[in-house]
């Protein structure tokens, strides 16, 4: 929150810069204004201006001084009565911006008693004017002190607020990348332990059929056992890193099975048919060549036309249409979901998380892709490309 050039002249740490400043202000009405100060003005100048230093540190007891000398100068006939008034009211003012209650009440109360006692020859004639007087000199600095304080007050709880706020939506942002890269994760590991399953499994059928062919050498035999071994540790280690990664508290809504790459076309049209059930009209343009994509940007493929069809129900809500385009080249899978937002907006979407955007960033970003959001229209578009991995490139070429 940016700060007025004049608020920090208010700062509790510029007091003693004040105090001096009206000790200057004292110094030359004394030197410049008067024209023959008496000693009587000069010592009274300076206890003033002593008045003044001192209210740098204590404030409501240079208040309390100056209200007594400003009875004493006005009895001794001193010239500078009206600047000492001043100069209390503006300690008043001080005061009033650094404390409240008692002590402010007390010390504009003194200082509104001086300038009566001053006056006090015209009484009770000139009641009025005399309470006008009061007010102007010790109600007037106390009414201002008090405001700036409160106002002081309220901007810095306001940048505090906001500072906290701001502490907030990065805890929350850093929570949701978080929680899309643990998903990423379970998904992951599921899909290497379904690989090093099935390697395992077939290394054990190969020993089989080697001990049973009887023929081979024991240093083949050997090899497989220690890949068995292995193969059979490192499932062992990813079944136990894959339960600390699902558990309980830590799961999520949209988190399923890893889709097998034939049947992504199939699991794309189920989430076609859900969002249509929830309202949003949905035109899919799905490539024939999906079968062929690996598994893992499957999943990718998969949970980006999840959550952008459910952002496309939620903030547009019945009524509104969105097109998917899923396109499959020797080079990239795109992914393209655009809504018309002509809809209004309707309830939030199951498994809706209010991160979505970010977690689809993170899960393409980790895939090398580029992701691309941004208003159409009245609507939205999301815009996934995922590079294809080097031997499915080769392959297709």
């Known amino acids: 929150m940016n700060r007025s ?9 510029f007091a003693v810069i004040r105090a001096l400043v009206l000790a200057g202000v004292l110094i030359g009405d004394v030197l410049l204004l008067q024209p023959a100060p008496t000693a009587g003005d000069l010592v009274v100048a300076g206890i003033g201006v002593a008045l003044c230093l001192v209210a740098g540190r204590w404030v409501f007891g240079a208040l309390l001084a100056q209200s007594g000398l400003l009875v ?25 911006l650094r404390r409240s209650g008692r002590p402010l009440a007390l010390g504009a109360a003194a200082l509104a008693l001086a300038v009566a006692a ?17 007010g102007i000199v010790a109600g007037l600095p106390l009414l201002l002190g008090s405001y700036v304080r409160v106002t002081r007050d309220a901007a810095r709880r306001a940048h ?19 929680a899309e890269r643990a998903a990423i994760a379970r998904e992951l590991h599921d899909l290497v332990a379904h690989h090093v399953s099935s390697m395992v499994l077939r ?14 050498d024991p240093r083949i035999t050997q090899v ?26 830590d799961a999520r809504d949209d988190t399923g099975p890893l889709v097998t790459p034939g049947a992504l076309r199939a699991s ?8 249509v059930q929830t309202g949003l009209g949905v035109t899919a343009c799905l490539d024939p060549g999906l079968a062929r994509l690996d598994a893992v940007r499957g999943q990718a493929v998969l949970r980006l036309v999840q959550e952008s069809l459910a952002n496309a129900a939620r903030h547009g809500g019945p009524g509104t249409h969105a097109e998917l385009v899923v396109q499959l080249d020797e080079y990239s899978v795109r992914v393209t979901v655009e809504d018309d937002g002509a809809g209004r907006a309707g309830p939030t979407v199951p498994g809706a998380s209010g991160h979505g955007l970010i977690g689809m960033r993170e899960r393409v970003h980790v895939l090398g892709g580029r992701l691309d959001a941004a208003p159409a229209g009245l609507g939205w578009r999301v815009t996934a490309q995922l590079p294809l991995p080097v031997p499915q490139m080769e392959t297709q070429q």
């Open 160 to 178: 505090e607020d906001a500072r906290q706020q701001e502490l907030r939506t990065e805890e929350q942002l850093s929570a949701a990348r978080a």
């Open 5 to 13: 050039w004049l608020e920090p002249a208010f700062d509790s740490g």
């Open 72 to 96: 004493v100068a006005d009895a001794l006939g001193a010239s500078t009565v009206s600047s000492l008034k001043v100069l209390a009211a503006v300690t008043l003012f001080e005061l009033a």
């Open 224 to 249: 497989l056992d220690d890949l068995h071994s292995s193969g059979s540790a490192a499932l062992a280690d990813l079944r136990g890193l894959v339960t600390v990664l699902r558990a309980p508290h």
């Open 203 to 216: 290394v054990g059928v190969a020993r089989h059929v080697v001990d049973a062919a009887g023929t081979a």
């Open 118 to 134: 001053n006056r006090v020859e015209d009484l009770p004639a000139e009641l009025l004017p005399v309470l006008y007087k009061m």
């Open 268 to 275: 794309l049209e189920t989430v076609v048919e859900r969002s």
